[in-house]
C-alpha cells in the first residue's frame, strides 16, 4: 500500500529535507497535501514536481497568485486549512514543520486525521503539548518529536524511568558567537546571527540558536515530552554537533546518540522507524573514529548566554512557556526587521518575565485552547509595550 503524505511547512528547512527523503522512495509514498506561507517559486515548483492533490498557502495574494497560474492543474488550492474538507483522508504520515505557535491548529487538525505525526514544530510543543498529548490518544494517532535532541532522549530512555535516571544532557553547538569577543555583541546583526556553523535551518530557529534560546525552548519541549524530574536535564556545549543527547543512568552506564549534523537522519528513522539505509540518503563519514578523536564538551558560560538563566521559572507544567514563546517571536521579528540590538532580546524577555501580571498568567495548569491563545496575546501586547516604552 501506497503511503500518504501531508507536509505542514512543506517549503522550509525540516519540509524540504522530509520531501528529500520521500522524493527517494516514491513506490511507498504518495504526497497528497503541501502546505507553506508565501514562497511564491518554491510553491510552484513543489506543485509541479510532487503533484500534490491539495496545497494550502497561507498568504493570500501568494494563494491567488498560484491559482491563476495552475488552473491546467489538478491541484486544489486553499488558502485557509479550515477549508479543506478532509473527512474521508487519513493520512499515513503527517510532518508539522510550521515555524512558531502558528503551527499548533493546523497539528491539532491533522491529529485526527493522521496515523503518525513527526512533530517538529517545537513552540507547538511547548504550548499545548497537553492538548495534542490527549487528542492524539483519543484518535489513536502516533506522535513522534523529530527535534534532534528528542528523538535521541526518546530512543536512549525507552523503557526507563525517572528512578532509573541519573541526569540528562542535551547539547548546544553554541550558535556562531561561541567564541565572539563579548564587547563586539553590541553590533551583532541579523544576518550574522542567523548564520549557524553547523545546522542549515529557518531564520527564527537559527537567531533562537545564536543566543542559546533554541535550548532553553528545547529543555522545556523535553520538560513536556519525557515524565523526568526536570531538574535532571542540563545543556552542554558542544560545537561538533555530533552528539545530540547524553544520558546518565543510576546503573553506571551512560549512553549517548552520535549522528551527522542532517535533519533526514532523525526524520528518516522516524519515517522508516530505524529500518533503512543512511547511506542512500546522506554521504555518511566513513572514518567516524577520527570525528570522536575531537568532540568536546564544555559547561554554558552564563554571562556570554545569559537567556539559559531563565530556564528555571519553568520546571512547573504551567503556563509561563506560552509567554516565553510569544514573546520571543516578536523580539525575533523585531531583531530581524532591525528595530530592537541582539542583547535587547533578553532583557525584553526579562522585563516580560518579571511584568507585575505575569504570574496571573503564567500560572494556568493545563490551559485550553482558547486560554493558549488569550496568554499568548497577552505577552505579545506586553512585549510591544515594553519596547515601545524601552521600559526595562
Ligand atoms: P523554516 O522557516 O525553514 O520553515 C517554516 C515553514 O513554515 C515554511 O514552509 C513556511 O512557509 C511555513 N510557515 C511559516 N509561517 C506560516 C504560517 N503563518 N502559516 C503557515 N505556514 C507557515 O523553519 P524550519 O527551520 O523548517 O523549522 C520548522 C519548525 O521545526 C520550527 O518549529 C523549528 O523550531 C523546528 N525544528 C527545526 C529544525 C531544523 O533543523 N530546521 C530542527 C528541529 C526543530
Ligand atoms: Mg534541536
Known amino acids: 500500500m501506497i503511503k500518504k503524505i501531508a507536509i ?35 510553491i510552484k515548483k513543489q506543485i509541479k514536481i510532487y503533484k500534490p492533490t491539495y496545497f494550502v498557502i497561507n498568504d493570500k495574494a501568494v494563494c491567488e497568485k498560484i491559482k491563476k497560474k495552475c488552473q491546467k492543474s489538478k491541484v486544489k488550492i486553499y488558502n485557509k486549512f479550515s477549508d479543506i474538507n478532509l473527512k474521508k483522508i487519513k493520512f499515513d504520515i503527517t510532518i508539522s514543520a510550521i515555524v512558531g505557535i502558528a503551527g499548533f ?25 497537553h492538548i495534542i498529548k490527549n ?10 518529536p523529530i527535534d534532534s535532541e528528542h528523538f535521541s532522549i526518546n530512543q536512549l ?23 565572539k569577543s563579548l564587547k563586539s555583541f553590541k553590533n551583532i546583526k541579523p544576518n550574522d546571527a542567523a548564520k549557524h556553523p553547523k545546522w542549515k535551518m529557518g531564520k527564527k530557529i537559527s537567531i533562537d540558536s545564536s543566543n542559546l534560546m533554541n535550548k532553553v525552548l528545547e529543555l522545556i519541549e523535553a520538560y513536556r515530552l519525557f515524565p523526568f524530574d526536570p ?7 558542544h560545537p561538533q554537533s555530533l552528539i545530540h543527547a547524553i544520558v546518565f543512568f543510576k546503573n553506571g552506564q551512560t549512553r549517548f546518540l552520535y549522528h551527522e549534523t542532517d535533519m533526514r537522519i532523525p526524520i528518516a528513522n522516524a519515517i522508516y522507524e530505524n529500518d533503512f539505509d543512511a547511506g542512500k540518503l546522506i554521504k555518511t563519514k566513513k572514518n567516524i573514529l577520527r570525528n570522536f578523536e575531537n568532540l568536546k564538551f564544555k559547561k554554558v558560560d552564563k554571562k556570554r548566554f545569559p537567556i539559559v538563566t531563565l530556564l528555571e521559572k519553568f520546571y512547573n507544567k504551567k503556563s509561563g512557556p506560552i509567554i516565553l514563546n ?15 540590538s541582539f542583547k535587547s532580546i533578553y532583557i525584553y524577555l526579562r522585563a516580560v518575565l518579571r511584568h507585575k501580571d505575569y504570574k496571573k498568567y503564567a500560572i494556568k495548569s493545563s490551559p485550553d485552547i482558547k486560554d493558549i491563545y488569550k496568554i499568548d496575546k497577552w505577552a505579545r ?10 521600559n526595562i
Open 8 to 42: 505542514l511547512g512543506s517549503t522550509g528547512s525540516i519540509g524540504t529535507a522530509s520531501l528529500n527523503i520521500f522524493q527517494k522512495d516514491l513506490k511507498k509514498f504518495k504526497i497528497v497535501l503541501l502546505s507553506a506561507n508565501s514562497n511564491y517559486s518554491l
Open 231 to 237: 531538574k535532571k536535564y542540563e545543556i552542554i556545549i
Open 381 to 390: 501586547r506586553r512585549t510591544l509595550e515594553i519596547i515601545e516604552k524601552k
Open 326 to 340: 510569544a514573546c520571543n517571536e516578536v523580539l525575533v521579528g523585531k531583531f530581524i526587521d532591525g528595530k530592537i
Open 135 to 144: 487528542l492524539s490518544k483519543s484518535n489513536k494517532s502516533e506522535i513522534v
Open 105 to 129: 491548529e493546523p497539528t491539532l487538525k491533522f491529529i485526527n486525521h493522521s496515523k503518525k505525526i513527526l512533530l517538529a514544530n517545537k513552540e507547538t510543543i511547548i504550548c499545548g503539548w
Open 157 to 179: 530512555t525507552k523503557n526507563f524511568k525517572d528512578k532509573d535516571i541519573e541526569k540528562i544532557f542535551i547539547t548546544a553547538s553554541g550558535g556562531p558567537f561561541l567564541n
